[in-house]
DNA sequence: ATAATTTTTGACCATTTGGAAAAATATTAA
DNA sequence: TTAATATTTTTCCAAATGGTCAAAAATTAT
């Protein structure tokens, strides 16, 4: 036997399985969340047997440890990158364009994380409170002080951030939705199209001073 | 013995206890998604027993449909209420606060939808594609015509909808989030007085045409 | 009070669930 | 090839789950 679980797979081959593994078990618990997400779902999803999964991840929880770990970093990306130096409407307008590729191309793990809210945050109550808050403290500070400086319109910084965070992840989260509304005749190239230059409209309208 | 369920409730007490596990039902329900809750949940959140929950309620999926039919109404009220007579800002003003404040006032119902459009809107497909799908053309219709007369700036008008939706729901959606953003320091009421004051800003500004 | 009826619950059941054990099947090393 | 090792699956289990049923308790009608 071989060690059943660890975060640093040996092989390529195991790494490999692992990932093919996280991709079926990103799908089931995007749609379902946690408790809703079975082990057989999973493991019909991956295309092996149960106890297959089980020899690469000890449990349910570590899947889901591991998922929501990823997303988070993929997730604190866009806004690490906002640059306190650079033009405020270039930048504002570069990270909800960042937002929306992320939701656009990524669009499981912004449903995973989705879920883990709407259940509380129960596994990453302590990132969301700590390096998050952290991050978005910093930003806040940087959107407020270009608002300061009459290079912004003034608004609270906090909420402009949630805002951005709520149109772009909503093209991912409420995807089913948005198709319903379009209807067909709307391709998914062409709605991401639309979508950047709408909100690239709202915020940049909104938040340039003439 | 008496009939087990029924859309009409006989008498008073019984429409009332039927009330009790209704919410019960929405606390669970809103946080786990609908194969993410049990009956024993909700039978404890209730205060009662299973069995008598099923007295009440033929099956678990009855409640759900019950509290979605609800939750349906209340949701799309807001949206029909904007008057193509009206003034264009002032009428968007006015929608985006009754929205706000539903997300206020009914987190639980919009955390539910939520989880259903998660899941892929098992239960609503339907009725977003039709009800909801008629209702958005025709308001879409609306504010595509203001924005023709000039009174509004011009963008998409679904994605102007989209924005207001995914703004306002962000509040009760992802509350856990704002709250750990925010700190301690903001209580649930100045919490309000501020997202309406910054989304009136970034929806007015944006449309408004000098 | 007593009977009839409604409401509530404890005990139970079949199925599903996360997970364990071990046998069977590859794969690799010698 | 053969032994050692790694992988996969078949079988199984205890707990949880949605739901049933009949008995108990409460309520209402007479």
Known sequence: MKKTNSKTPTTRIQRQKRLVILEAALEVFSKHGFRGSTLDQIASEAGISKPNILYYYASKQEMHKELIERMMDKWLAPLEEMNAK??????????????????????????????????????????????????????????????????LTKTDPYHLIFSIWATTQHYADFDVQ??????EK????????VAQKHLDLLFVRALEVE
Do not use: T
């Open 86 to 151: 650079g033009d405020p409407i270039a930048e504002i307008s570069a990270y909800i364009k960042r937002k929306l590729e992320m939701a656009r191309d990524y669009p499981r793990q912004s449903r995973l994380f989705n879920n883990e809210i709407l259940q509380g945050a129960p596994h990453i109550i302590d990132l969301l409170e700590g390096e998050l808050k952290i991050l978005v403290d910093e930003k806040a500070k940087v959107i407020a002080n270009w608002m300061k400086k009459g290079r």
């Open 178 to 183: 948005v198709c319903a509304v379009l209807g």
């Open 186 to 193: 709307s391709a998914i190239n062409h709605r991401f199209k």
